[in-house]
């Protein structure tokens, strides 16, 4: 699951990348922390009257795939918090995805 030697590019941290994270070069946990991240913004920008745009919203649900894939694989060594985080965002995408398309149907009703 995780590269030979390859340790996670945030600063100070020496945990392994796994081999699903290579490409991001990050711990699953430095992940988490910038895909919640991201998320919270969207969700504040959605708040805020803007509207988020398709590159946003693809990234957010390809994250969700990630969730899937992730919790998903047997070999996974993911702890009981990791796993919970994976959950974690599933969910606040799956509720920022609600929330947009319920904003989008409210609009449409009122024009």
């Not at 693809?58 to 918090?81: P, R």
């Not at 606040?92 to 009703?109: Q, S």
């Amino acid at each position: 699951m995780t590269t030979p030697n390859r340790t996670c590019q945030a600063p100070s941290c020496t945990v392994e990348v796994p081999a699903v994270l290579e490409i991001e070069g990050l711990c699953l946990n430095h992940y988490l922390d910038g895909a919640f991240a991201k998320l919270a913004a969207a969700t504040q920008d959605f708040q805020n009257g803007q509207d988020l745009d398709y590159r946003t919203m693809d990234w957010l649900l390809a994250q969700v795939d990630f969730a899937i894939e992730s919790l998903g694989q047997e070999d996974a060594v993911w702890d009981a918090d990791q796993r919970s985080k994976l959950l974690e965002l599933l969910l606040g995408v799956a509720n920022l995805n609600e929330y947009v398309r319920h904003g989008t149907v409210i609009a449409r009703h009122s024009d």
